[in-house]
């Protein structure tokens, strides 16, 4: 195994491990190498952690027409230590003025979560925009409805017809 | 031939690692499938089945996957649930729990700086060539390598110790 020689080719294996792209024979080389090999094995261990970390963390953004439209990549918590949180305040560094936030992946929300909703309105509302949100589960909803943001941000459950809104 | 308990305990947390990989973390039998594995690697070496010590890892690999496919074998016949292995997951065998691992996670990719993210993902979930890595993001093959294990070791340094103050704030 050329893993110790060159450690580029070694983070390329063990992606290519993780992402089980290797075929057969390599991959079963590649197991007989870290099963004797500590340092491959701890290499492993942090990209296959550092993998999820980054997988687990996607949030996409789109454009349709003049609307910004975020939406999470997998299943998300925007509460006060979530990576989705903080993902979310740094995907609004920019000037747009028409947002659709797309919660249909947020299966938890905190105080902090609701927080950050409403600290992006005001963010839109600067910019003479506005911002809407798409799909909250129920538990969502109800959140909304209690804390009254329902009443400041309209929420859809139809995309098409959260576009044509704005 | 023999092996101190240590080395075999390293065995054992790789092979859990193995068998995950190829089963799926969430599959119930990946302790028995490792102990069976480690039971007949045992047998093999007080038999004296192993001649060459330098082929130890690749002979319990080789009775790891023997095991794995007898599972598989048994599994297809009287199928107890659905086994989807090849979604990206934590892999078992880190000795904490799965939510608490997420959260970790979760503030350590909020510790990096956007450009290593950047540079990450395009790695290790869009599979980017290193060369075109380079190419789009403006960096020397030397910077490109820099920047990845820079942040790599910055994942690990800041995982190891959000694991520590967990640990530390649950005793």
Request: charged share 30%.
């Amino acid at each position: 195994m050329r893993c110790h020689d060159d450690p580029v080719y070694r983070e390329e294996l063990i992606r290519n491990y993780l992402r089980r792209s290797l075929d057969a024979a390599a991959t079963e080389a590649f197991e007989s190498h870290y099963l004797s090999c500590d340092d491959c094995f701890e290499e492993l261990r942090v990209s296959g952690l550092l993998m999820v970390g980054l997988h687990q963390s996607r949030i996409e953004l789109r454009r349709v027409d003049d609307v910004l439209v975020l939406q999470f990549a997998g299943p998300a918590e925007l509460t006060r230590q979530s990576f989705e949180l903080g993902e979310l305040q740094r995907a609004f560094l920019q000037s747009d003025s028409k947002v659709l936030i797309d919660l249909g992946r947020v299966v938890k929300i905190d105080s902090a979560g609701l927080g950050q909703l409403i600290s992006h309105y005001s963010h839109v509302v600067k910019n003479q925009g506005t911002l809407k949100l798409l799909n909250p589960n129920a538990e969502v909803q109800t959140l909304l409805k209690l804390t009254r943001i329902d009443s400041v941000l309209e929420t859809y459950h139809d995309e098409r017809q959260a576009l044509d809104s704005f | 031939m023999t092996l101190d308990s240590s080395t075999l305990e390293r065995y054992r947390l790789k092979l859990r690692y193995k068998v995950s990989y190829h089963l799926g973390s969430s599959c119930p039998d990946v302790d028995d499938i490792v102990q069976e594995a480690m039971l007949r690697f045992v047998h093999a070496l007080q038999s004296e089945k192993i001649r060459n010590p330098e082929s130890m890892a690749a002979f319990l690999s080789g009775i790891c996957n023997n095991v794995i496919y007898e599972y598989k074998r048994r599994l297809h016949r009287e199928p107890l649930c659905d086994q989807d292995p090849s979604s990206l997951e934590i892999p078992a065998g880190l000795g904490a729990d799965l939510v608490e691992l997420r959260q970790v996670i979760g503030l350590v990719m909020n510790q990096l700086a956007p450009r290593e993210r950047e540079i990450l993902r395009a790695f290790f979930l869009e599979e980017r060539d290193r060369s075109e890595i380079c190419r789009t993001m403006g960096l020397s093959v030397m910077q490109f390598r820099v920047v990845l294990f820079r942040a790599k070791e910055k994942f690990r340094e800041i995982y190891r110790l959000s694991l520590k103050r967990n640990a530390a704030k649950q005793h």
